[in-house]
């Protein structure tokens, strides 16, 4: 298939961007987004141009590193679908894709369609782990957990920290993100001492780095690639305001 791709092209962080129109031919089906993507700069590079920026890594779906807003969605219009696990079997032959980052003030651009997520990082590390004693792990099943817990809990942890969710919200909130990151060690024991100061640590680091606040639109939860559910975010509330009080 043949495709016209609209291409958000930026130097730098302090650079104006802008959109860039790019011919693809010979489009695989079987092709991923980001195999179609190589095929362009493939060409640009034996042009003589500079290839287009872009996040990726594992282009299996799970370190969430590749992102990007195709026609305007997270991720593109495939739901429960990373940018890497997108294929091009889900467009037609004449299409016209924009390409864009994500769009987030805490997520600056570094260079076109590569954005800067370590505030996600320190998002983290004003929270995100446990305190345990060093020594032998301890022997399996000595720690009963509830299956309703340790269902919610692997289900929030399966957040792979790409950043849908803020790029798709309104207020540019990253509640989604960081709701997952205290649920999936709140709900269990190891992570009982610290669930109150994890919560109101975490909560208060997101508002340092600028992201919004949430108000319930849910446009986070429906480009998630791992489906996390909006109720995550009411139960970190709950741990925020037990802390704060």
Known sequence: MNLTLKVWRQN??????????YKVEDVSPDMSFLEMLDVLNERLILEGDDPVAFDHDCREGICGMCGMVINGVAHGEQRATTTCQLHMRHFKDGDEVTIEPWRAAPF????????DR???????QAGGFISVPAGSAPDAHSVPVKKEDADAAFDAATCIGCGACVAACPNGSASLFTAAKITHLGLLPQGQPERDSRAKAMVEQMDLEGFGGCTNTGECTAVCPKGIPLDTIARMNADYLKASK
């Open 12 to 21: 730098g962080p302090s650079d104006e961007g802008r959109m860039v129109t």
């Open 108 to 115: 600056p651009v570094v260079k076109d369609l590569v954005v």
């Open 118 to 124: 370590s505030s996600f990082d320190r998002i983290i």
